[in-house]
């Protein structure tokens, strides 16, 4: 499955959350979320569009591997696979041991919603601000998706220009300036 997303910087939850609330979205919870991003030992993850991410959040650990973002859509599709793992200090254990690097932590706030089939993510990152972002699973090329992401985002009042770039890569971007 392929994970279509649009995520925009906002200055204020508040009017999203109310119109989630309008809606009778679900809302899942909030969490804090860390995540550890590694770099492979034999190919910069930074230009083959990659990542390789293990996240800490409610005292759960999940490794996911995203694939390159596609091209040819206005929003942010690509393949992630999941893993849950028991014991996260022995995966990064593991993964040093085999030549990977962290790359980058990114701390947030997220709180978590669903409504129609889409997770909706309102967001306090680290360093970052405040941002809102829409995903939905489809099929790769499947451009109905796309078009239920972006409708439903401007329904929730989620306007201003999509931000492909994932956090990791605004996180690394705000180190180089």
Request: charge should be negative; hydrophobic fraction near 40%; avoid cysteine.
């Amino acid at each position: 499955m392929i994970e279509y997303e649009l995520k925009a910087r906002v200055d204020d939850l508040d009017p999203i959350r109310a119109a989630l609330q309008a809606r009778g979205a679900a809302r899942d919870g909030d969490r804090d979320e860390h995540d550890v991003y590694y770099n492979h030992p034999g190919r910069d993850f930074a230009e083959t569009d990659e990542a390789l991410r293990v996240r800490y959040a409610d005292g759960e650990v999940v490794m996911t591997y995203k694939g390159a973002k596609m091209t040819g859509t206005r929003l942010k599709a690509r393949e992630e696979l999941n893993l849950a793992v028991e014991d996260g200090r022995v995966l990064e254990t593991v993964l040093v041991r085999l030549g990977f690097r962290v790359t980058a932590v990114v701390r947030k706030r997220r709180e978590l919603w669903t409504f129609d089939g889409a997770s909706i993510a309102l967001d306090r990152v680290e360093s970052l601000g405040t941002f809102a972002e829409v995903e939905i699973l489809g099929e790769p090329g499947d451009t109905s998706v796309e078009e239920r992401v972006g409708d439903l985002a401007e329904s929730l009042g989620i306007t201003g220009e999509p931000i492909t770039s994932s956090y990791l890569e605004l996180v690394l971007g705000q180190r180089e300036s």
